[in-house]
């Protein structure tokens, strides 16, 4: 029939999140997105009209995806525990596939398409709603006792700080090293009772 799509546009959506993640946004093809998804090329393009269309599809789906992973490391009663889980959470994602795919948001940021204003906008989007979940969490009255700055402060600093553990997993391709420095940003954030000044 037609108007009617005739594949299944979850698994579409998934075959494509895996080649823009692994290939970046400005090296992924029309092309390149048919072969994994099984769909011509004039198929996704009468579904979707382009690239960055079909991109901000599976970004969305991946953002929320994402975000709900995030609350769900960040409900932890113990605040320490609940910031070193949202870590890690984002450590085992950028860390997954061999090779590791890297961060998504980052590659597609800083990769020459990244500048235009659409893909900028739901970059963009994403940080801020990691800014919203983080400051959500360290704004409980318990979590604002112990932290050493503002929750909006530390909601920011969280978000900046796993942009550059994104570029030292690129670079150093060592887990350990992605751990010792999320320690040292819990024990900045949330100093325990007897190092606190």
Known sequence: ?????QFDEDEVFEEALA???????AATTMQDLAAATGVQRGSLYNAYGDKETLFLHVFGRY????LAQLRQALAQEDPRLALRQFLHYIFRSMRTGKPSRGCLSTKTA????GKEEQIRAVIRGLLDDMEAVLLERFDLPDTRSQLSMTPREAARMVVCM????VVLERVYQDEKRLKEMAEILIGTLLPEEGSRK
């Open 110 to 113: 800083l990769s020459e398409e």
């Open 19 to 25: 080649v823009f993640w692994q290939k970046g946004y």
């Open 1 to 5: 029939m037609a108007g009617v799509r």
């Open 63 to 66: 953002r929320d995806s994402y």
């Open 162 to 165: 796993t942009r550059g553990l």
